[in-house]
């Protein structure tokens, strides 16, 4: 069974068609990559898709469930978002910040106890701020935020992240690293990932499908092996693109100057 599930979804922003018809089916161990130009609506479906916003029609399930029927407390401790940008703005220290993504597995008035901080410090550790735990959050840099909200994710331990541009602000290094983490989650027989990416290249090395969004509610999906090709990826960016072989795969290069 999907873990998640569209049907007949539409999503806009205004008068502008996000997507239309938009059947869709995560299934547990795949990664999906979204695709498309800045503005056509990534983060409004992202967002449809995690039951903050309403769609235009149709209906979003997970599991067997519609997505706006579940408790919310519940739906954390099945789905967990990262958003697209970052910002702490209350002064809290990055170990209770990584704590948070434990409030869904608590009762009320419970705190957190020794297997808790345990999770969070191996977060914070896996995104290479175990040196941290003290510092405030309002002093860390954008990256620094970047891996702290991943690690947060990380702590809830849901079973599908959705996730708004997950490489933001990280460098090369961090990158890999986090996208390596996210196709570790989405390998396990009983979780999934849909991350929204600009880079065409991460998501031919990481992802198992992505789906484009080409404008005006049109839209195609599929595994990367079928989806991800020059003609494709020219009519998604309206840029020319070259294929090129990899150790790790094939990679798509703009040309022109």
Request: proline share 5%; with cysteine; glycine share 10%.
């Amino acid at each position: 069974m999907s873990l998640l599930r569209s049907e007949n979804l539409h999503v806009r922003i205004g008068g502008i068609r996000v997507v239309e018809n938009l059947d869709l089916a995560v299934g547990p161990g795949e990664f999906w990559g979204l695709l498309g130009p800045n503005g056509i609506g990534k983060t409004t479906l992202l967002k449809c898709l995690a039951g903050l916003d309403e769609p235009a029609a149709g209906q979003v399930l997970l599991g067997d469930q519609p997505i706006g029927a579940l408790p919310r407390k519940l739906l954390a401790r099945h789905l967990g978002m990262l958003q697209q940008h970052t910002v702490y703005v209350f002064d809290s220290s990055v170990i209770q910040t990584a704590l948070t993504g434990r409030h869904p597995h608590l009762g009320y008035w419970e705190r957190e106890g020794p297997h808790d901080v345990e999770k969070a410090q191996s977060a914070l550790a896996a995104v290479d701020l175990e040196g941290f735990a003290g510092r405030s959050v309002t002093g860390l840099s954008g990256g620094e935020a970047r891996r702290l909200a991943f690690a947060t994710l990380l702590v809830q331990e849901p079973d599908l992240m959705l996730l708004d541009e997950p490489t933001n602000h990280l460098d090369l290094r961090h990158q890999l690293r986090i996208m390596r983490m996210i196709r570790v989650h989405a390998g396990d027989t009983n979780r999934s990932a849909f991350c929204a990416l600009h880079d065409v290249n991460l998501a031919a090395r990481y992802c198992s499908h992505v789906l484009m969004l080409f404008g005006d509610g049109e839209w195609c999906a599929g595994p990367c092996a079928d989806m991800l090709s020059e003609t494709s990826l020219e009519r998604l960016y309206d840029c020319p693109v070259e294929r090129l072989e990899s150790a790790t795969g094939p990679r798509f290069h703009p040309l022109g100057s």
